[in-house]
């Protein structure tokens, strides 16, 4: 499933759901799937409240707001994210 992640200072990461265990989801690059790489298989966990539901728009808008250093403007579009819906996993 194609998500959103919260990254180190707010930054937007387009990312998929390579697994879950607890309170963290295991996310990947969705560049690496394909590649031959321990890390890709097994993904970096996240914690279930820094994973939003995937939409192209708001992504492009997050990560237009954070190139050119809006915190407020990343603020208020971190706030419109949905959560990621754990119960489609």
Same mark, same amino acid.
Request: net charge negative; with cysteine.
């Given at each position: 499933?194609?998500?959103? !992640?919260?990254? =180190?200072?707010?930054?937007?990461?387009?990312?998929?759901?390579?697994?879950? !265990?607890?309170? &963290?989801?295991?996310?990947?690059?969705? @560049?690496?799937?394909?590649?031959?790489?321990?890390?890709? @298989?097994?993904?970096?966990?996240?914690?279930?409240?820094?994973?939003? *539901?995937?939409? @192209? !728009? $708001? $992504?492009?808008? $997050? *990560? @237009?707001? =954070?190139?050119?250093?809006?915190?407020?403007?990343? !603020?208020?579009?971190?706030? &419109?994210? *949905?959560?990621?819906?754990?119960?489609?996993?």
């Amino acid at each position: 499933m194609r998500v959103i !992640a919260r990254g =180190y200072g707010g930054e937007p990461l387009d990312r998929e759901v390579a697994s879950t !265990a607890c309170d &963290k989801l295991y996310l990947v690059n969705p @560049s690496a799937l394909d590649a031959d790489d321990d890390i890709a @298989s097994v993904g970096v966990g996240f914690p279930v409240c820094a994973v939003f *539901q995937y939409e @192209s !728009a $708001l $992504l492009a808008g $997050l *990560q @237009s707001a =954070y190139a050119r250093g809006d915190a407020l403007g990343l !603020a208020a579009l971190w706030r &419109k994210a *949905q959560p990621a819906r754990t119960d489609a996993l």
